[in-house]
Structures are given as structure tokens and as C-alpha cells.
T-cell receptor, first 116, second 113 residues
Framework: DQQVKQNSPSLSVQEGRISILNCDYT??????FLWYKKYPAEGPTFLISISSIKDKNEDGRFTVFLNKSAKHLSLHIVPSQPGDSAVYFC???????????????FGTGTRLQVTL | NAGVTQTPKFRILKIGQSMTLQCTQD?????MYWYRQDPGMGLKLIYYSVGAGITDKGEVPNGYNVSRSTTEDFPLRLELAAPSQTSVYFCASERGGMNTEAFFGQGTRLTVV
């Protein structure tokens, strides 16, 4: 049972345009969502996150939107750059109170290719 | 600042052999995790620890053991390697508290033949 779904295995975007990566989840107990970026032969690196009490979080070129009623989040990258080419994982946790482990549930990833 | 360090980076095991994947972090994080990633899949949680001496099972713990004798180290033990354990293994650490993020090591690519 896939609780976090990334239905697009790949996405190709031209340099300078917007990249939109989507993620759906089914578990209503998830209260914190993260996006990780992964290059080949490296570990995932944290990109941006959002708490369930917010609907938008922005960090430079990266913005994450959360629609709780639809159980959907998206990552927007504007403008896209060739260095953004990587696999992007959506992850979720139902931590609840502070002091508990995050125990992330990951999606299967979307491979983004930014072309010149 | 080294962050999370995993050794070895690559390993080939024969069926039935055992090995320990090492993980150490220098950020004084309380929480540590082991995940595995199979081809085309997301990462799945094997075991986690909320502090020295405390460990618990994740989603896919069968065939693995862990220990946490210090804050820095969280080794993962495979006792009887099986082909189903062929995967890339990632260790992660996290400060803990509300809305914190996990930091991952580079991974260990393990092949069981």
C-alpha cells in the first residue's frame, strides 16, 4: 500500500521554465512533508519542507504547496536550471508531538531533466 | 563537517554471509535511521533509534539487526545475507523536535550473489 505517490516517473523541462513536481498521499495522520533531491551515487539531500498547518513555503527558487483537502502537494522550481536535474523524492511523516522520530515514508521519485 | 558517514560504499556478499554496515554522525543528533532503496522504489525504513540504547523496528526489519551504544554510531547488521537484501542502504540522522529534517549519508550499495 503506497501511502505516498509520485505518479510521474520523469519530467523534462527547458532551462528557465517552471518545473512542477507532484505528490499525493493517503494517510491523514501525516503532518509534515519534505522534498529531497538525489544525484546518482549520492544520498538524498534535503530541499524544502512544509508543515500541515501551512499551505505554502518558499525558499529561493523552490516553493512547496500543500492542499490538505486533496492530500496533494507540489514542488515548483522557478526558473529551472540544468543543475536541478536529479531525482526528487517526496516524503511524509506523522510525527505529531515533538520528541518522536520522523520515520519518513517516501514516494518513488520523479526524475527531472532540465534541458538547455 | 563530515555529517553522516557510511562505510563501505560498495560490497558484494555471498548468500549466507554476514556483514555490518557502519554509520557514524558528528552532528550530535539524537535520532538515527536506516533506510533501503530498491531499484525504482522509494526509500523504506528498516530500523531507527531515538537515542543511545534505544532502537525500534521500521517497515522492513526482517533479516537485519541494529545497536546504538553511542550517540554517534548506528551500525546495521546482516546475519545471513539473501539475494532479497540486494539494495542501496542509506543511514540518516536528525536532531529531533518539531519540523526537523533528516541528513543522509552517501549510501552503501550491497549486492548478494
Amino acid at each position: 500500500d503506497q501511502q505516498v505517490k509520485q505518479n510521474s516517473p520523469s519530467l523534462s523541462v527547458q532551462e528557465g521554465r517552471i518545473s512542477i513536481l507532484n505528490c499525493d498521499y493517503t494517510n491523514s495522520m501525516f503532518d509534515y512533508f519534505l522534498w529531497y533531491k538525489k544525484y546518482p551515487a549520492e544520498g538524498p539531500t534535503f530541499l524544502i519542507s512544509i508543515s500541515s498547518i501551512k499551505d505554502k513555503n518558499e525558499d529561493g527558487r523552490f516553493t512547496v504547496f500543500l492542499n490538505k483537502s486533496a492530500k496533494h502537494l507540489s514542488l515548483h522550481i522557478v526558473p529551472s536550471q540544468p543543475g536541478d536535474s536529479a531525482v526528487y523524492f517526496c516524503a511524509a511523516s506523522g510525527r505529531g508531538l515533538a520528541g518522536t522520530a520522523s520515520k519518513l515514508t517516501f514516494g518513488t521519485g520523479t526524475r527531472l531533466q532540465v534541458t538547455l | 563537517n563530515a555529517g553522516v558517514t557510511q562505510t563501505p560504499k560498495f560490497r558484494i556478499l555471498k548468500i549466507g554471509q554476514s556483514m555490518t554496515l557502519q554509520c557514524t554522525q558528528d552532528m550530535n543528533h539524537n535520532y538515527m535511521y536506516w533506510y533501503r532503496q530498491d531499484p525504482g522504489m522509494g526509500l523504506k525504513l528498516i530500523y531507527y533509534s531515538v537515542g543511545a540504547g534505544i532502537t525500534d523496528k521500521g517497515e522492513v526489519p526482517n533479516g537485519y539487526n541494529v545497536s546504538r551504544s553511542t550517540t554517534e554510531d548506528f551500525p546495521l547488521r546482516l546475519e545471513l545475507a539473501a539475494p532479497s537484501q540486494t539494495s542501496v542502504y542509506f543511514c540518516a540522522s536528525e536532531r529531533g523536535g518539531m519540523n526537523t529534517e533528516a541528513f543522509f549519508g552517501q549510501g552503501t550499495r550491497l549486492t548478494v550473489v
